[in-house]
C-alpha cells in the first residue's frame, strides 16, 4: 500500500470523537496536540488530517490485515516508544506529548507533597518581565485541597473575561495569597531577573499565613523553605497558574490606569509591552518617568537624544 491508501484506510476505522491512532509504520507520528480539537494531524512526509478525530486513548488493533503492521497505542506508550527509540529527529514531539500529559493532571506536585504531609503549598508566579513601562509583578497562592476550578490554567492562556472572574474566585477560595511589586527604577537598578526574584519573595512574605513549600514557575528562590522549581510550572501546577492569574489580573489594572494618564501609549491594548503603536509613542512624545530606561528601545531613545 502507498501512503495515501494507508491514510485512506486509517480514516476509515470507526473511532469515537476524543480518539487517536498513532502508526508505527512509515515513520507517522502524532502531532498537532490540543486540549480539545476538532482533528488530528499526523505525519509521515505530509500532514494528513483525520476529521473527528483529537488526543485520547486507542487500545485496540482493528481487525484489517492492511493494518496489521500498526500499533494502536494511548499517547502515554507512545511517548514511552519514542524516548526508547532514542532518535534526535523525535525531541520535539517527545518535549510536546510530555507538557501535554503533564498539563493533564495539574493536581500531581501538590498531591505528592500532601502525601509527604506537607499541606500549605504556596504556588508562584510572576508577570510583566518584558514590557517596556511599569513593574514586574508576582504573585503567591495557597490553595486549599478541595480547590477546584475548570479551565483554570496558565494566565496567558485566558482571556481577559475568564482572568477577572478566575481572579475573584481565586481570591475567595484560596487560604491565603499575597502579591510583590517591584518598580521600573529597581529594575533599571539590578536588572528584571533580579527584580522577578524579590517581587516573588515580597509576594512570599505577604502572604498571611506562610507556606511549608514553594513551587515556582521554573525560577530558583533563596527561602528558609523548600523550593521547587518547575519548568511549564503555570501550565504543570493548579497552584502556579493560580498566581499566575492573581499577577496578571494586578498588573494589567495598574496599567489600565496608567493608560488613563497617557492615552496616546495604548497601554490598555499592550499593557506596557513594545508594541508598535507604543514604540511609535516613545519616538512622537518621549519616554515617561514609568518607563524602564534600561529597557531598548527606552535606552536608545535617550541616548539618541541626550545630544
Given at each position: 500500500?502507498n501512503?495515501k ?7 476509515s ?7 487517536f491512532?498513532?502508526?508505527?509504520m512509515?515513520s507517522i ?9 476538532d482533528?488530528l ?7 494528513i ?14 481487525a484489517?490485515?492492511e493494518?496489521?503492521?500498526?500499533l494502536?497505542?494511548s499517547?502515554e506508550?507512545?511517548l ?5 527509540a532514542n ?6 514531539i ?13 493536581y500531581?506536585?501538590e498531591r505528592?507533597?500532601?502525601?509527604k ?10 508577570v510583566?518581565?518584558?514590557?517596556l513601562?511599569?513593574p514586574?509583578?508576582a504573585?503567591c497562592c ?6 477546584h476550578l475548570?479551565?483554570?490554567t ?11 472572574y ?6 475567595k ?9 517591584v518598580d ?12 522577578t526574584?524579590?517581587a516573588?519573595i515580597?509576594?512570599?512574605h505577604?502572604?498571611?499565613?506562610q507556606p ?7 525560577m530558583?528562590l533563596?527561602?528558609?523553605?523548600p ?11 493548579i ?5 499566575s ?7 494589567d489594572?495598574m496599567l489600565y490606569?496608567l ?6 501609549y495604548?497601554?490598555?491594548?499592550n499593557v506596557?509591552y ?6 511609535d509613542a ?8 514609568e518607563h524602564r530606561?534600561?529597557y ?12
Amino acid at each position: 500500500m502507498n501512503q495515501k491508501e494507508i491514510f485512506q484506510l486509517l480514516e476509515s476505522i470507526p473511532l469515537e470523537k476524543n480518539q487517536f491512532v498513532v502508526g508505527e509504520m512509515a515513520s507517522i507520528v502524532c502531532h498537532g496536540l490540543k486540549r480539545t480539537c476538532d482533528e488530528l494531524v499526523v505525519y509521515s512526509l505530509k500532514p494528513i488530517s483525520i476529521p473527528d478525530l483529537s488526543v485520547m486513548v486507542v487500545d485496540t488493533l482493528p481487525a484489517s490485515e492492511e493494518l496489521k503492521n500498526y500499533l494502536f497505542l494511548s499517547l502515554e506508550s507512545c511517548l514511552e516508544r519514542l524516548k526508547l527509540a532514542n532518535n534526535n529527529n523525535d525531541k520535539a514531539i517527545i518535549k510536546k506529548i510530555s507538557l501535554f500529559l503533564e498539563s493533564q493532571d495539574t493536581y500531581q506536585y501538590e498531591r505528592k507533597l500532601r502525601e509527604k504531609g506537607i499541606h500549605l503549598i504556596g504556588g508562584v508566579d510572576e508577570v510583566g518581565r518584558g514590557p517596556l513601562v511599569g513593574p514586574v509583578v508576582a504573585a503567591c497562592c495557597i490553595l486549599p485541597e478541595e480547590f477546584h476550578l475548570e479551565g483554570l490554567t496558565d494566565s496567558k492562556k485566558l482571556s481577559e473575561k475568564k482572568r477577572e472572574y478566575f481572579f475573584e474566585e481565586i481570591k475567595k477560595q484560596a487560604i491565603s495569597y499575597g502579591i510583590g511589586i517591584v518598580d521600573e527604577k529597581r529594575i533599571d537598578e539590578i536588572n528584571i531577573y533580579e527584580a522577578t526574584k524579590e517581587a516573588m519573595i515580597e509576594a512570599i512574605h505577604n502572604c498571611k499565613i506562610q507556606p511549608e513549600h514553594v513551587l515556582t514557575d521554573a525560577m530558583k528562590l533563596n527561602l528558609e523553605i523548600p523550593v521547587t522549581p518547575i519548568i511549564k510550572g503555570d501550565l504543570k501546577s493548579i497552584t502556579i497558574s493560580a498566581a499566575s492569574v492573581l499577577a496578571k489580573v494586578t498588573r494589567d489594572r495598574m496599567l489600565y490606569e496608567l493608560d488613563k494618564k497617557y492615552p496616546m501609549y495604548d497601554f490598555k491594548s499592550n499593557v506596557g509591552y513594545p508594541t508598535k503603536k507604543h514604540v511609535d509613542a516613545i519616538e512622537e512624545y518621549g519616554i515617561l518617568p514609568e518607563h524602564r530606561k534600561s529597557y531598548g528601545p527606552v535606552k536608545d531613545y535617550l541616548e539618541r537624544h541626550r545630544a
